[in-house]
T-cell receptor
Framework: GEDVEQSLFLSVREGDSSVINCTYT??????LYWYKQEPGAGLQLLTY?????DMKQDQRLTVLLNKKDKHLSLRIADTQTGDSAIYFC?????????FGTGTRLQVFP | ETGVTQTPRHLVMGMTNKKSLKCEQH?????MYWYKQSAKKPLELMFV???????ENNSVPSRFSPECPNSSHLFLHLHTLQPEDSALYLC?????????????FGEGSRLTVL
């Protein structure tokens, strides 16, 4: 079946770049997503990338997709304390999304 | 504020109790979902409803019983739960038509089973 894997934790210093990695198994996924969950809240779509793209940039966020290796990454430049949250990678499979475990990003001063 | 509201936000129940979780959205979305979020596990899809019809039951035990009376409301009825069912239960909705797969999530109902 479909599987999405992420590391559970990442800790970075404020001002540094954060890179959150994800691997997935379904090569037919049309879109791949990054969702953010702040403390006490539900998930919110952060960004997504179409499967025929290699890179997508949106202000401080850069998404890289390596389709051959089924690897997706999210880079956050100039990480701030407000970026502390859980980041979920997800792939689309027909009419549903398959999520990973989420990576808890902790930003320290 | 995503427009998806879940109640209650916190629920503590014994294994013999019967309770329900409620979700509502007035975004005009036609699809609604229940997800289970447990620590260190992937977000787990439980049920999907499209236009009030259940289209997905992801091998969920029968002690969880969903109900979708209309496209705006979704319930999860709980009975004779086990302590391992303690988790955050998230409701989500998505709009009709071709879309990029964006789900709109509620803030979740934190369930503790004693």
């Amino acid at each position: 079946g479909e599987d999405v894997e992420q590391s559970l934790f990442l800790s970075v210093r404020e001002g540094d770049s954060s890179v959150i990695n994800c691997t997935y198994t379904d090569s037919s996924s049309t879109y791949l997503y990054w969702y953010k969950q702040e403390p006490g809240a539900g998930l919110q779509l952060l960004t997504y990338i179409f499967s025929n793209m290699d890179m997508k940039q949106d202000q401080r966020l850069t998404v890289l997709l390596n389709k051959k290796d089924k690897h997706l990454s999210l880079r956050i430049a100039d990480t701030q304390t407000g970026d502390s949250a859980i980041y979920f990678c997800a792939e689309s499979n027909t009419d549903k999304l398959i999520f990973g475990t989420g990576t808890r990003l902790q930003v320290f001063p | 504020e995503t427009g998806v509201t879940q109640t209650p936000r916190h629920l503590v129940m014994g294994m013999t109790n019967k309770k329900s979780l409620k979700c509502e959205q007035h975004l005009g979305h036609n699809a609604m979902y229940w997800y289970k979020q447990s620590a260190k596990k992937p977000l787990e899809l439980m049920f999907v409803y499209n236009f009030k019809e259940q289209t997905e039951n992801n091998s969920v035990p029968s002690r969880f019983s969903p109900e979708c009376p209309n496209s705006s409301h979704l319930f999860l009825h709980l009975h004779t739960l086990q302590p391992e069912d303690s988790a955050l239960y998230l409701c989500a909705s998505s709009p009709p038509g071709v879309n990029t797969g964006e789900l709109f999530f509620g803030e979740g109902s934190r369930l503790t089973v004693l």
